[in-house]
């Protein structure tokens, strides 16, 4: 049976992107020469989209696939270079049927740049705007901190006033926690997501993408996230994947990215059976489309489905979680619901 009409019409709400991993190699040439970046010359990778391309098929580990991901964000320097990358982005969501969208940015990456907050959000807002009214697709923001940097820098970067005004103003609603994930747990960001809980902000993290299980029991305990990102490594400790369950914490698995960054050997390896038995509720998403495999979310959803033959009724049990663990308000879950 074809899942691909059923699958693209589900109300999908996509809670694990990065709006930086929207950049494909084409457009990050395209920007490149626009705005006279440089790329290592020792890299053939860098010779044009099609190497790159290819490079992109190979990655060996989160961190291999990293050193690409932050190379290729310096090609990002304008306003409307931001909201491109968004626009790219929600017209992939549009097609693939997303109905709301919480997207992730990565301020810090931009400001050692010398780029702006200001510069960054007003692009990614004006996409926003644009997303709404052309395709009705709802989003939200998520401003994401930087786990390789001093935590000292991820709470300098969140007492910027342009920050502070952001969460204020509502334009970004919650903080995630992204990047390198081994040797670099949870609880060195406690400062930051205790501020955060202050003011009213949701919150999640990366956690058991590479690392253990630990990472996200103490993202959980320590940090108080409402939701965990990937959170495949939880099947290794069953007493919080019970607690996880009965606790409603959503997690965003991102199956094409698990395996391409070799945190999983395959699509059919993934827990997926284990959750639905167990009540854990997860969403699918697609992390960085653009360097895996240009795979958006739709993809991720028929990967699953060729991989699990889910039922009618495991997809509806699979997108309602979607919907209340989505962060938009009461009234545009009870449309979606
Ligand atoms: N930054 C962008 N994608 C990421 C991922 N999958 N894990 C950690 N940091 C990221
Ligand atoms: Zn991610």
Redesign the pocket.
């Known amino acids: 049976e074809d899942f691909t009409a059923f699958l693209q019409a589900l109300p999908k709400c996509e809670h694990h992107m990065?709006l930086e991993?929207a950049l494909t190699p084409e457009v990050l040439f395209q920007l490149a020469a626009k705005n006279h970046t440089t790329f290592p010359s020792d890299d053939p990778a860098f010779t044009s989209p099609a190497t790159l391309k290819e490079r992109y098929n190979h990655f060996t580990s989160?961190d291999d696939f990293?050193h690409y991901?932050y190379i290729g964000m310096e090609a990002l320097v304008t306003s409307s270079d931001f909201e491109a990358l968004a626009c790219d982005y929600f017209q992939h969501a549009a097609a693939d049927g997303v109905a709301h969208a919480e997207v992730f940015f990565d301020p810090q990456a931009h400001l050692s740049r010398g780029i702006t907050y200001d510069t960054v959000l007003s692009g990614f807002m004006a996409a926003r705007h644009r997303a709404k009214t052309e395709f009705g697709i709802t989003s939200e923001l998520i401003c994401c901190f930087l786990r390789h940097l001093p935590a000292s820098n991820s709470l300098q970067t969140f007492a910027l006033p342009s920050v502070q005004a952001s969460f204020h103003n509502k334009q970004v609603i919650g903080i995630g926690l992204?990047?390198s994930?081994l040797d670099f747990p949870p609880e060195l960001f406690k400062d930051i997501y205790t501020d955060a809980e202050k003011l009213g902000l949701k919150r999640t993290a990366?956690a058991g993408?590479e690392g253990p299980a630990s990472y996200i029991q103490t993202a959980l305990s320590t940090l108080r996230t409402q939701r965990i990102d990937h959170g495949i490594r939880l099947i290794e400790d069953p007493s919080l994947l019970h607690q996880i369950a009965t606790a409603k914490i959503l997690l965003t698995v991102?199956p094409y990215?698990n395996v391409l960054?070799r945190c999983a050997t395959s699509i059919a390896s993934l827990p997926i059976r284990h959750f639905l038995s167990a009540g854990v509720q997860f969403s699918i998403n697609s992390?960085?489309p653009a360097y895996f495999g240009g795979h958006y979310i739709l993809d991720n959803y028929l990967a699953v489905q060729d991989a699990f033959h889910l039922s009618l009724d495991e997809w509806a049990t699979i997108c309602r979680a979607g919907i209340s663990g989505s962060w938009c308000c009461e009234a545009r879950k009870v449309v979606l619901l």
Request: glycine letters at 6%.
């Open positions: 990065h991993g989160l990293l991901y992204d990047s994930e990366h993408e991102c990215s960054l992390d960085d």
